[in-house]
């Protein structure tokens, strides 16, 4: 009778084990929204390295820029049994009751592009972000260089600054390098700061709102392209010529945004990849070889792309956006 029971039970553990393959192993990812070519990017990239892996099968959730639909799917992720799940926040705060939630579940968490505030009180396997300060720092000596090399280093210019979703890590980290960065340039006045929320077309409103209320504006400073180029189409509607009346620095180097320096209505963009997918399978591969890995990883920062390329930011000079455009990838 026991030799019975031994049998049937190692018959239904490997009829477990096999189905779970059969199934596939299950990458769960809470995505953000669709609120930028950057956003689209970062998607697409991470579904075709998932979704192009022998074996794996991609959950997916859209939270269209809601905290409450991140919980949510967090939950369903848990109760549907994944084998990993990978995890962006909308906003940086918020997070430690779930994602305590996902470690009871021993549920292995990757951290991507805008890690949690708690990420020193949760367990996770690896953590892939931007150098937000560093690419708000940018943006600002960008324009504090330009200027002088038009001759205007001198000139009080004034300077509004187009935050991104109030409370996400990436609009956090831009603005501290923003205003770190304004300290070295003192001809540069702060005369507007507010979120348009990382989306064209709350970048488009916003920037009608200033036209309308602030009577001199030298400088935008957009702290995503897609706010950048909703700016470039009030400027239009303003009357005014965008690049030359007001100059714009945008940021993550999408493709429209080339189009626009190309163009001469941007001035220029600072690059942040969206390009996960290979870091994300790479990490995966570890995680299942039982590899250990380093925590955390910043990716490298990349280049800065302007209309004539040579303006010297310490860390990088910027390169000719008409010279690579053709090799963009997003
Ligand atoms: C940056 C990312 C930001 C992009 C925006 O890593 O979190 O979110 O800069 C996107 O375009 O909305």
């Not at 950057?38 to 939270?63: F, M, P, V």
Request: proline share 2%; with cysteine.
């Amino acid at each position: 009778m026991k030799k019975l029971f031994a049998l049937a039970l190692a018959l239904v553990m490997v009829l477990g084990a096999m189905s779970a393959l059969a199934d596939g192993y299950k990458v769960a990812f809470s995505q953000i929204g669709q609120e930028s070519d950057w956003r689209t990017a970062n998607t697409d990239s991470i579904k075709a390295a998932i979704e192009g892996h022998e074996g794996w099968e991609l959950i997916y959730d859209d939270a269209q820029q809601k905290q409450e639909n991140q919980i949510k799917a967090l939950r369903n992720f848990i109760t549907q049994g994944v084998d990993v799940i990978l995890f962006t926040g909308v906003v940086s705060t918020g997070w430690e009751e779930v994602l305590k939630e996902v470690n009871d579940e021993q549920i292995p968490l990757l951290l991507i592009d805008r890690l949690p505030d708690c990420i020193d009180q949760i367990d996770y396997v690896a953590a892939f972000g931007g150098d937000f300060v560093e690419e708000g720092r940018r943006q600002v000596a960008w324009a504090g260089e330009y200027l002088k090399a038009q001759g205007r280093g001198d000139e009080e210019v004034n300077v509004v600054i187009m935050e991104g979703t109030t409370g996400a890590s990436a609009q956090v980290g831009r603005t501290e390098g923003n205003l770190a960065a304004i300290k070295d340039y003192p001809n540069m006045k702060v005369v507007g700061q507010q979120s348009g929320n990382f989306t064209r077309a709350e970048g488009q409103a916003l920037m009608e709102s200033w036209l309308k209320s602030i009577d001199k504006i030298d400088v935008l400073i957009a702290q995503n392209d897609d706010m950048a180029l909703g700016a470039i189409d009030a400027i239009k509607g303003a009357g005014k010529v965008p690049g030359k009346d007001i100059i714009i620095v945008g940021c993550d180097s999408v493709k429209a945004a080339f189009d626009a320096i190309v163009a001469g209505e941007m001035n220029a963009t600072i690059e942040c990849t969206p390009l996960y997918g290979p870091f994300v399978v790479e990490t995966i591969e570890k995680l299942i070889a039982g590899e250990t890995m380093s925590k955390t990883v910043i990716h490298p920062e990349e280049g800065v792309y302007d209309v004539d390329g040579g303006i010297d930011l310490g860390t990088v000079v910027s390169v000719k956006a008409a010279d690579v455009i053709d090799q963009r990838q997003y």
